[in-house]
């Protein structure tokens, strides 16, 4: 089983950039598609960003698309996501996920292990 951690949230004001990180140990993380997920109070959490295995596949939410860019260091076992242009309906505690396989998906329960999360908060 794959153990993740992210980092880099805060608070940061409207139009403003921040850069998520997912430090993943345990097992082999260039074996796993990674995600992204986001979970606002009183909302379901929904999918933001995913990549693939190698990080040549890449797939967004119409939310963040031109915003956001998913990307991974599979040497340092180590995703990231850029938040770009940050608008205050981005403000969600964040999730990494992997899957057990090279592919990407969508759907949180096609992800098999979480990390616990960081806040991102953008004010106006």
């Known amino acids: 089983q794959v153990q993740l951690v992210e980092s880099g949230g805060g608070l940061v004001q409207a139009g403003g950039s921040l850069r998520l990180s997912c430090a993943a140990s345990g097992r082999t993380f260039s074996r796993y598609a990674m995600g992204w997920f986001r979970q606002a109070p009183g909302k379901e959490r929904e999918f933001v960003a995913t990549?693939?295995?190698?990080?040549?596949?890449?797939y967004y939410a119409d939310s963040v698309k031109g915003r956001f860019a998913i990307s991974r260091d599979n040497a340092k076992n180590t995703g990231y996501l850029q938040m770009n242009s940050l608008k205050p309906e981005d403000t969600a505690v964040y999730y990494c996920?992997?899957?057990?396989?090279?592919?990407?998906?969508?759907?949180?329960?096609?992800?098999?292990?979480w990390g616990q999360g960081t806040q991102v908060t953008v004010s106006s």
């Open positions: 990549i693939s295995w190698s990080g040549g596949s890449t």
């Open positions: 996920a992997v899957r057990s396989t090279i592919f990407v998906a969508t759907s949180a329960h096609e992800y098999s292990a």
